[in-house]
């Protein structure tokens, strides 16, 4: 549903489509350390759960050390956490420590050289609160076991209230309305072989925040209100960012069902693309990648990488303005 500051270009979206269908993902993304760690099945799921509850916000999440930022970085810890700290992902553990012990170990997990006040994690407090809340939601609900947890859904993201997604909601940590981190986690068991969707019409894509950035600057997304578009580009802080989200899950819905390609694949297209290469620098205008090595080359198999894969279908590889375009900031546990 289009709101008077935003529209969905349909017409974009299609040729924005035209690119995404010639994509093929490198087959080692799907085997990495993070989806096949040799661990049971149930700690596996606490690693998945815990790791995508505080994964929001995490621009200044970096490991200079590994060279690794946001995401790339909670999965190698908290794959490190599941094989050498398996105590840290326990739902009746984290529920009954205190937040200040809580605090030490997660900011020292996040560390290079295990100084928690050298840790770049931040938000800390919050991030604890929401392990400590879903921990709480598990253990009340299904005995402290995800895997009675998915098992009562029956595969489905929505089953008369006992979906995936309707379960998530009853937690704080997995709230939001346009269902980011529950896709996301969704995405990742599925991945993991896990779990395995059977109403896959009721996904909803993830909407990452360098996938709106990547939707709005190609044009799939267009500000139609000029206040809200001189926000964007000066990166100021909204009171709400709904209007533009979920457009952009619009948007996404739409280039998947011209693609073809599956909603949940366009995240393993549009946010290494946003991260890498449409990121403070852009491939089309500087003609190098921001990030070394690229995610979007690792991800994807190419020919080359001298130019972005969708400069020919993106607005902002021709027009300035299209590239001054920012997410919206907003200060959210949600994504």
Same mark, same amino acid.
């Given at each position: 549903m289009?709101s008077?500051? *935003?529209?969905v270009? $349909?017409q974009?979206c299609?040729? *924005? &489509?035209?690119? =995404? ?17 040799? =661990?049971?099945?149930? @700690?596996?799921?606490r690693?998945l ?6 994964c ?11 060279n ?8 190698k810890?908290?794959? #490190?956490?599941a ?32 100084? +928690? #006040?050298?840790?770049? @994690? ?9 392990m400590k809340?879903?921990?709480?939601? =598990?253990?009340?609900r299904?005995n402290?076991?995800?895997t009675?947890l ?11 209230g !006992?979906?995936? %997604?309707?379960?998530? #909601?009853q937690?704080?940590?997995?709230s939001d ?8 986690? +969704?995405?990742l ?6 779990y395995?969707i059977?109403?896959?019409?009721? %996904?909803?894509?993830? !909407? ?9 600057r ?12 001189? &926000?964007?580009?000066g990166k100021? *802080?909204?009171?709400?960012?709904e209007p533009v989200?979920?457009?952009?899950i #619009? &948007?996404? $819905? ?11 694949i366009?995240n393993?297209?549009f946010?290494?693309l ?13 003609? =190098?990648?921001m990030? $070394? ?10 020919t080359n990488?001298? /130019? ?6 993106? /607005?902002? +590889?021709?027009n $300035?303005?299209y590239r001054?375009l920012?997410?919206?900031f907003?200060?959210?546990?949600f994504?």
């Amino acid at each position: 549903m289009e709101s008077p500051l *935003v529209m969905v270009n $349909q017409q974009q979206c299609r040729q *924005v &489509a035209s690119g =995404v269908r010639n994509l093929v993902i490198r087959p080692e993304f799907s085997t990495r350390l993070f989806l096949t760690l040799p =661990v049971s099945s149930e @700690l596996k799921l606490r690693m998945l759960f815990y790791s995508v509850a505080i994964c929001h916000q995490t621009r200044n999440l970096v490991s200079n050390r590994y060279n690794l930022y946001g995401w790339e970085y909670i999965e190698k810890v908290f794959c #490190e956490i599941a094989l050498h700290q398996p105590l840290l992902l326990d739902p009746t553990y984290i529920s009954g420590t205190n937040e200040e012990e809580l605090s030490l170990s997660l900011r020292l997990a996040f560390s290079d050289n295990q100084v +928690a #006040e050298h840790s770049s @994690l931040d938000r800390v407090e919050e991030r604890i609160m929401l392990m400590k809340e879903l921990s709480n939601f =598990v253990i009340h609900r299904f005995n402290g076991s995800y895997t009675l947890l998915l098992g009562s859904t029956g595969n489905h993201l929505l089953n008369n209230g !006992m979906g995936l %997604y309707e379960l998530l #909601e009853q937690s704080l940590t997995f709230s939001d309305p346009a269902r980011k981190k529950s896709s996301f986690l +969704a995405k990742l068991l599925s991945d993991s072989g896990l779990y395995s969707i059977e109403d896959t019409l009721n %996904y909803i894509p993830i !909407m990452d925040y360098h996938m709106m950035r990547v939707l709005l600057r190609m044009g799939c997304v267009e500000i139609t209100d000029p206040i809200l578009k001189q &926000a964007l580009s000066g990166k100021r *802080v909204l009171k709400t960012e709904e209007p533009v989200r979920q457009a952009c899950i #619009e &948007a996404m $819905q739409l280039i998947s069902r011209e693609s073809g390609v599956d909603p949940w694949i366009m995240n393993d297209i549009f946010w290494p693309l946003g991260r890498s290469c449409c990121n403070e620098t852009t491939l089309c205008a500087a003609h =190098v990648c921001m990030k $070394q090595p690229c995610t979007f080359e690792n991800m994807i198999l190419l020919t080359n990488h001298k /130019k972005c894969s969708f400069e020919t279908n993106c /607005k902002g +590889a021709e027009n $300035q303005d299209y590239r001054e375009l920012w997410e919206p900031f907003t200060e959210t546990h949600f994504y």
